[in-house]
């Protein structure tokens, strides 16, 4: 069965039980500030499921598109993926456990749909938690039984296995059952259901929406009972078709002919690499399709950090050319027909990833050769870990961010002290809090207009650096004088003149577009977690002072910065911004010199 046929007739299935079939939603939630992204096909729906009235009906169906980044670390085995699409069918205060179950069963067995063998397949009830006050589902567990389900095949688990929700910290969440399909050879399908026996897969879950989690963690009912179903398509597509991973299917085995290779004639580490790569990309296309852009923040930093790691790994596997291109264009091809604005957004989507790509290409060739140098010292030397102050000089030098180190090291099973490498890094702030008193702290000569108008220009070109040469980029020091401002920064070589010239170009644009300044008090925590970036090493107060300069256009937050001031209250009136001098001033720290005018 193929992945268009699959999705046709689950929605022809449910189309005929009287429910709506409604588009899938942004994988961008419209009103909930609790997620990134849309992680289930029961999100968009939250305001119905607490009771408001849907105007498709009561009874609904859908192929909702999915990001969970949760288990990123794990991208690479048989089952998990960034992106994954749910077949979904829902009950808006209309029926309940007695429809779903019998219609899940139906769906699966009936031989117009799947016609799946009944012997191969297995479910599981709540087992009820006294904590929670939810006794067991016997309920759900006697209409399965009905159905012919035997007893032996119906496990009872906990909260863990069977209890969703809710989708964030708060909202509408329930018991549920799970449908289990045998994958091994049907002579040795057991007669007693073991969950712990992997070659059951779960393809199916109903969860009955009886309560919503509050604030304070409390459960009370709901106005109405729902019924939410979820069907992960990939797992079905796989486990329906024999195959042993989600990545044997026909959505990833054109990607697979991209990079040149078939997983079979791959080592397994070569293997789990292609996948991050085919995983990492093919949710990248779907999240900027759907209007987010690689940044520091938020839903910018899972693009950016997706993007990094397919690069990284596609380097560890040798990919050269335009190996991330092509699989930009093959992703959009298997899913133009199920998702049409991929094909009305590629030419966005393509443009945005290039853009990331030439972006980081230099930095990640200077920061994959600095650690690998590392990596292979280790290696000849039999070590398997690299040490904390190891990783933390590698940081420290050259700018590496833990995470690619790991990246790195991992591909030749070598591990990071990452306690070390915190406590390396705690260290280092208590003597850069003691070495800078007096010197380089704000940095402002007097409060002229000259100086202020310089100040204003450095935070900009701050940002500049960090989206043309990464975020790696953290200011060192900063001086400025009427005449200029000089800027002390992390970065391992030379900058390029296309980069001074990327540089200039992006302040000397937010100057012409004579941005708001915007000053606010606020909570150190608050500002950290809204992005709010200092000076390295640099010890803040509980309450801090935050300048931020945001593209009221785009909502696109420009730089967001701890800083006492002053500043100019629209970027207008800097004047044009130009870079006189680059230089090192130490390994892995880069100067500017640099001055505005008319």
């Known amino acids: 069965m193929k992945a268009q046929e ?135 567990a006697g209409i399965w039984q009905k159905l012919g389900v035997l007893r032996q095949r119906i496990a009872f688990l906990g909260v863990e296995d069977n209890w969703w929700g809710p989708a964030g ?56 009972k729902n019924v939410d179903t979820g069907m992960g398509l990939d797992r079905m597509l796989a486990a329906f078709n024999g195959h042993r991973s989600v990545y044997d299917t026909e959505l990833f085995k054109p990607m697979f002919d991209v990079l040149g290779k078939s997983q079979e004639v791959m080592s397994n ?15 990248s296309v779907f999240i900027i399709a759907d209007g987010v852009e690689p940044s520091n923040k938020d839903r910018g930093y899972v693009v950016r950090r997706l993007l990094r790691r397919s690069m990284v790994h596609g380097k560890l596997l040798g990919l050269k050319d335009h190996w991330l291109e092509a699989l930009v264009g093959k992703v959009i091809t298997i899913f133009d027909s199920a998702y049409p604005e991929l094909v009305e957004n590629s030419q966005k989507v393509f443009a945005v990833i290039g853009n990331e790509q030439r972006q980081h290409e230099q930095s990640l060739e200077t920061a994959f050769t600095g650690t690998l140098t590392h990596v292979n010292a280790l290696v000849n030397k039999s070590e398997k870990v690299m040490s904390g102050k190891e990783a933390f000089g590698l940081y420290q030098t050259m700018g590496i961010p833990l995470e690619l180190i790991q990246e790195i090291a991992r591909s030749s099973n070598i591990e990071v002290d990452t306690n070390g490498y915190e406590a390396e890094f705690e260290k280092h702030q208590k003597l850069s809090r003691t070495a800078s008193v007096g010197k380089f702290r704000g940095g402002l000569a007097d409060h002229s207009d000259d100086v202020i108008r310089l100040h204003t220009a450095t935070h900009l070109m701050n940002a500049a650096l960090r989206r043309v040469l990464g975020e790696h980029v953290w200011q060192k020091g900063s001086n400025i004088t009427k005449e200029r401002t000089r800027f002390d920064f992390t970065h391992s070589r030379k900058l390029t003149p296309d980069e001074i010239k990327q540089v200039e170009s992006l302040v000397n644009g937010w100057i012409a577009a004579d941005l708001k300044v915007k000053k606010e008090i606020m909570p150190l925590e608050r500002a950290r977690s809204l992005g709010a970036i200092g000076v390295f090493g640099e010890k803040y107060p509980e309450t801090v002072s935050v300048y931020s300069i945001v593209d009221p256009k785009s909502g696109d937050v420009i730089s967001r910065e701890f800083c006492g001031g002053p500043h100019v209250e629209h970027a207008g009136v800097i004047g044009k911004f130009k870079i006189t001098k680059e230089e090192a001033i130490s390994a892995g720290v880069r100067r500017i010199k640099a001055v505005v005018g008319s």
């Open 6 to 140: 699959l999705r046709a007739k689950y929605l022809d299935f449910f189309r005929k039980k009287g429910h709506a079939v409604i588009p899938s939603a942004s994988l961008v939630p419209a009103n909930d500030p609790t997620v990134l992204f849309t992680t289930a096909g029961m999100h968009p729906l939250v305001p119905y499921l607490l009771g408001e009235e849907h105007p498709a009906g009561s009874r609904i169906a859908s192929v909702q598109k999915c990001i969970r980044t949760g288990d990123i670390e794990e991208v690479g085995d048989d089952i998990h993926l960034t992106f994954f699409e749910m077949l979904g069918n829902w009950s808006l205060g209309d029926y309940f456990k007695e429809e779903a179950i019998a219609w899940s069963w139906e769906f699966l067995t009936a031989k117009k749909y799947l016609d799946i063998d009944p012997r191969l397949l297995s479910v599981s009830c709540f087992a009820g938690d006294a904590t929670m006050g939810v006794g067991r589902d016997d309920e759900a």
């Open 169 to 224: 910290e708060t909202g509408p969440c329930g018991p549920d059952t799970e449908m289990f399909y045998w994958t091994g050879p049907i002579q040795e399908v057991p007669e007693t259901f073991d969950p712990k026996d992997g070659r059951w897969v779960e393809i199916w879950n109903d969860v009955f929406m009886q309560y919503n989690k509050t604030t304070l963690s409390t459960f009370e009912p709901l106005s109405q």
């Open 269 to 283: 580490d070569e293997v789990r690499k292609a996948r991050v790569i085919l995983d990492h990309v093919r949710a």
